[in-house]
């Protein structure tokens, strides 16, 4: 009984477990397009759409809100370069941009940018090392990146 109160409370404050279907009934159908992800990005952004409720088959359905999809990189900025110390401090920047189309092909929400950005401190000795972090920076940019889109298509 005090499980089922407690659960009761949980939902009525607003809480929901990760994963559950959170996508207003609009974008339920969705026709993604994706211009240059990598497999891995395409594969990464499908699971986020499906854990937050969308179907993506391509069944034939003529309801279906077109989803375009691009990431990018922006210019790399070093923040500090301490001769000294051999020690680099760089900005790495990404951005995800996004439109959403109707099956009419009305324009549901406008060109829309979403910028993110990391700073990564370096050992100028160790060149293996910097290109795994900088590598390692960029998939966990991308993946904030692709959660970020889906939170605003639940707000959508």
Known sequence: M???LLLG???ACGFHLRGVAALPAELQFIQLTTDNLTVSQVSQLNR???QAGASLNNDGSSDRVGLTVTIGSLPERTLVDSS???TIIIRLSRELSYSL???TGERLAD???IIRQMDLQLDNNDALSIEYERKSAIESL???LMNQLVLQLERF
Do not use: E, P
């Open 142 to 144: 991308d993946r904030i």
């Open 48 to 50: 986020n759409l499906v």
């Open 84 to 86: 000294g110390s051999d």
């Open 111 to 113: 060109h829309t940018t």
């Open 101 to 103: 189309t109707s099956a």
């Open 2 to 4: 005090v499980i089922f």
């Open 9 to 11: 409370l949980l939902s």
